[in-house]
């Protein structure tokens, strides 16, 4: 049974910092492609940032650009997200999903995790 655990959300005042963790379980984690996803309220959901299987592409969204890193540790079976100088328009739930290297589409999502950006 494959399980994301996402943590490390919270609430933060404008201008600071998060990491988000998510744990992989029940997947070949070193073949999967690892993705951020936030979904704000009355908003679509908006892919954040991605990691392929081999740690050697990423993509970052505009609106997070310079100011997000995502990374994968491998051993661990996680993946983070590393959000710095954070805007109330971050607010959102953030979601971690995994995609087989040979997949087209995200088919394992975790359950997410609040992030409230204050102004």
């Known amino acids: 049974q494959v399980q994301l655990v996402e943590s490390g959300g919270g609430l933060v005042q404008a201008g600071g910092s998060l990491r988000l963790s998510c744990a992989a379980s029940?997947?070949?984690?070193?073949?999967?492609?690892m993705g951020w996803f936030r979904q704000a309220p009355g908003k679509e959901r908006e892919r954040v940032a991605t990691?392929?299987?081999?740690?050697?592409?990423?993509y970052y969204a505009d609106s997070v650009k310079g100011r997000f890193t995502i990374s994968r540790d491998n051993a661990k079976n996680t993946v983070y997200l590393q959000m710095n100088t954070l805007k109330p328009e971050d607010t959102a739930v953030y979601y971690c999903?995994?995609?087989?290297?040979?997949?087209?589409?995200?088919?394992?999502w975790g359950q997410g995790t609040q992030v409230t950006v204050s102004s």
């Open positions: 999903a995994a995609r087989r290297s040979t997949a087209t589409m995200y088919n394992f």
């Open positions: 029940g997947l070949a984690f070193s073949i999967y492609s």
């Open positions: 990691v392929s299987w081999s740690d050697d592409n990423t």
